[in-house]
């Protein structure tokens, strides 16, 4: 695990630390330069960590001062579980410090707070060609055979 690493709920003086992050995030899977997320989208997105009416919540990973991985997480409702279910929907490390058990802290993190919450379950998705990730991915949890389709309307 990397050195002195914390992961904790994001604050809102995290900003200016959040968003290299996730702008690099968005980047990977490339959303940058003329394909990049419009400025109201992130601006909603970091808005609703700190509205608690809403279901979308976020974990900084923390070493020495600076912020090296985020994880941003909601609760849904779902036709088959009682309790809703948790979605990881962002998880993603600064390049220095992939391979440090960064990736691994954020999703136990988000696995213990799902279980607080008395969700039955947390699951995400990734790129098929998103190897080095989907490697830790195996480690710790199981894939689900499930196919993503989607259409943009």
């Known amino acids: 695990m990397h050195e002195a690493l914390t992961v904790r709920p994001i604050a809102r003086a995290d900003y200016q630390r959040w968003l290299p992050l996730w702008d690099g995030y968005n980047a990977f899977y490339g959303r940058s330069g003329p394909t990049a997320l ?9 808005e609703r960590f700190f509205d608690p009416g ?11 001062g600076e912020l090296i991985g985020l994880a ?3 609760y849904h409702r779902a036709t088959t579980t009682i309790a809703p279910l948790c979605y990881l929907n962002d998880l993603f490390t600064s390049e220095a410090a992939r391979g440090k058990g960064v990736g691994r802290a954020l999703i136990e993190a988000v696995y213990a707070e799902a279980r607080q919450a008395g969700a039955p379950r947390v699951y995400w998705q990734t ?3 998103n ?10 949890a ?3 055979g499930f196919i993503v389709y989607r259409k943009a309307l």
């Open 38 to 46: 419009p400025a109201e989208i992130t601006a909603v997105t970091w």
């Open 54 to 64: 809403e279901p979308v919540h976020a974990l900084v990973a923390e070493s020495r």
């Open 72 to 74: 941003h997480y909601l």
């Open 127 to 129: 790129h098929e060609t």
């Open 131 to 140: 190897t080095t990730a989907r490697a830790l991915y195996d480690k710790l």
């Open 142 to 144: 199981e894939r689900s």
